[in-house]
């Protein structure tokens, strides 16, 4: 019984993370000059340092994509979501970068990437390009999928250090519970 409730526990999480990365196969850019306009980029939060406070890269890489984005007129308008935190920061980081702050949204209740998902339909902001890591980006369009929102994605610069296992497993989790 113990041996067929683990098989039954792998083929789940193996499944649910096929499923949303097939489903959003080619739906996903790393290539800026290969898009087409949007309307808005999404870009999904996190936390702008890390625990030893040095800045998080996967924050960084994500705005420094919106950014070029905005400097390539791919978008005419960024949106960031996270918490209210992330999201002043954020909105400081993409100012000094030398975009007009009329030109970026603010989502202070994107807490959860379904939030910002959500959110970012419920706004009418137009097209959608959705920014972070490509990992990130699936489960994104997975859930604008589930609530009909049209989109697509920009995968972000991947990060590799001492803690992309983690995160990397963090997010097979996610993509699992992305079903309920």
Known sequence: ML????????????FCNAYIIIRTNGRISSDIHELPPYDTALVLGTSPLRK????????????????????ERKV??????????EIRRMHEYLVGKGIPSASILCD?????????????????VGSILIVSQRFHVQRA????DRIGLPCHGMAAKSVVNNKTILVLAREVL????AFK
């Open 108 to 124: 202070s209740l994107g807490i959860k990437t379904y939030n910002s998902v959500v959110n970012a339909a419920a706004m009418n």
């Open 141 to 144: 369009i997975f859930f604008a």
């Open 76 to 85: 005419q308008k960024i949106l960031v979501s996270g918490t209210g935190r």
């Open 174 to 177: 996610a993509k699992v519970k």
């Open 3 to 14: 041996i067929i409730s683990f098989l039954l526990l792998v083929f789940t999480v193996v």
């Open 52 to 71: 030893n406070g040095e800045p998080n890269p996967y924050y960084v890489n994500r705005l420094e994509m919106a950014y070029l984005l905005w400097k």
